[in-house]
């Protein structure tokens, strides 16, 4: 586990109704849970600082296994502490660093700086990612154990931009992090299936676009493999953003024979077509790409039933220069981090197929299972590390891209009004985000 990202403190929070059933109030002394209930407001020592909770739902803090934050190397689109300080707008009070940055995180010098650099820009607990391969190059592995064995305590491990697509090599991957736990995250695609050209899904609109697509058999087909390496090896993979109706049917067969296979799903996969290509706009171009409508409904139903487990962000800033282009030259990618809670409310829970509990199982518990981060994630109960979030699940916003906490701009959900606000995020009992406006 990372260090503390800001000192503990206390707080009180007062009639908030706890995963949007029962209200109560909620004290935290020293960054942890003393009381939820009637006596919370008595045990409050006189000067403990207050949050009204008035009309808003508790949650626990959410987590997020999938993030760049760009640094090192592309500071101009992202850093530690802007990516964090987005984090905390969006209601998390923990995620997960990608390792494709520049020079890549496939050390434990590097891991550590990323650490570090997440506990001086106090947001939010900041998780390195270990890259699996050296360079990302697929052929040798990285430093797994020094990693591991590191201050960061690394335990996930990703190519994510690179499928891992030598099975000999996964093979290896999975038989060495399975001694502490370890879990290999995967970006499942098959290169041989989806050339370097491609840039959308492949159908008839890619066809019709004049652009190269790649199609949902390179996903399934390694999602399909890696389940039968973990079942060989007994250790962990994670499938990296889900996208097709094939890739779910993938993860869903896999579980059922046993393995130890868990996937998460991104905001964007939920409610963005491959229709919205027919202007070019680079803004929605994204590795994998957006799909059609059927794949959409599939993997609702599959975050719904619990087939795919967690909900990740793939937050991936880009600056203008990269992203401003023809659609085959631009950068892929998308921001996701302020958006999330309110993209999952609107398709998820004001559709009706989940209650907010079951978000939080989602968006908090589950990918801090799967991430081993053992102080977040938990319930919200005495004793358990004081990680919120107080949402309003009825205010609506309106996106707006000059507001972004990001260095970014590249939002697909510029202009759109979705209805579900990020009011406070606690971090360790000190509010890091409210109403808005970033705490340090």
Not at 21 to 34: Q, Y
Not at 312 to 319: K, R
């Amino acid at each position: 586990m990372s260090r503390p990202a800001t000192e503990p403190s206390d707080l009180l929070i007062t009639g908030a109704s706890l995963l949007g059933r029962t209200s109560a109030d909620v004290l935290v002394r020293e960054g942890v849970i003393a009381a939820v209930g009637p006596d919370a407001a008595t045990d409050a020592a006189a000067g403990t600082p207050r949050v009204d909770g008035d009309g808003l739902v508790l949650l626990p803090g959410f987590v997020d296994l999938h993030t760049h934050l760009r640094e090192p190397g592309r500071e101009d689109a992202e850093t530690v502490r802007t990516g964090s300080a987005a984090a905390a707008a969006g209601g998390f009070t923990a995620v997960l660093a990608m390792a494709n940055t520049s020079p890549v995180t496939d050390t434990a010098e590097a891991a550590e700086r990323v650490l570090d650099l997440g506990v001086a820009a106090g947001h939010c607990d900041v998780q390195p990612i270990g890259a699996v391969t050296k360079g990302l190059e697929g052929a040798e592995l990285a430093e797994l154990g020094l990693m591991h064995r590191s201050r960061a305590r690394v335990r996930v491990f990703s190519d994510d931009g690179r499928c891992v697509h030598d099975a000999r090599v996964m093979r290896r991957a999975l038989e060495y992090v399975r001694a502490f736990d370890g879990v290999i995250s995967q970006h499942s695609q098959d290169p041989t299936l989806a050339g370097p050209s491609a840039c959308c899904h492949e159908g008839e609109l890619s066809g019709r676009l004049g652009l190269t697509g790649w199609p949902a058999v390179a996903e399934s087909s390694i999602i399909a493999r890696d389940a039968e390496l973990a079942l060989h090896t007994g250790s962990r993979v994670h499938v990296a953003h889900v996208s097709t109706a094939e890739g779910v049917e993938a993860v869903r067969w896999a579980k059922r024979r046993g393995a130890r296979i868990t996937a998460e799903v991104t905001p964007h996969h939920l409610v963005l077509t491959t229709d919205l290509l027919t202007g070019y706009d680079p803004v929605y171009k994204v590795n994998p790409p957006l799909r059609p409508a059927e794949d959409v409904e599939a993997l609702r139903e599959a975050l719904a039933d619990g087939t795919i487990d967690a909900v990740a962000t793939d937050h991936a800033p880009h600056a203008r220069h990269d992203k401003e282009h023809a659609f085959p030259d631009a950068a892929f990618g998308m921001l996701g981090l302020e958006t999330a809670f309110a993209v999952v409310h609107d398709v998820m829970v004001d559709s009706g197929r989940i209650d907010l509990a079951t978000l939080a199982e989602r968006m908090s518990h589950a990918p801090a299972r799967i991430a081993g981060l053992t102080d977040h994630g938990r319930a919200i109960e005495a004793g358990a590390p004081a990680h919120l979030v107080l949402v309003d699940p009825t205010d609506r916003i309106t996106v707006d891209p000059a507001t972004s906490h990001s260095l970014s701009r590249n939002t697909p959900f510029a202009g759109h009004t979705l209805t579900g606000r990020v009011r406070t995020t606690i971090l360790r009992g000190r509010v890091t985000a409210a109403d808005g406006e970033v705490r340090n």
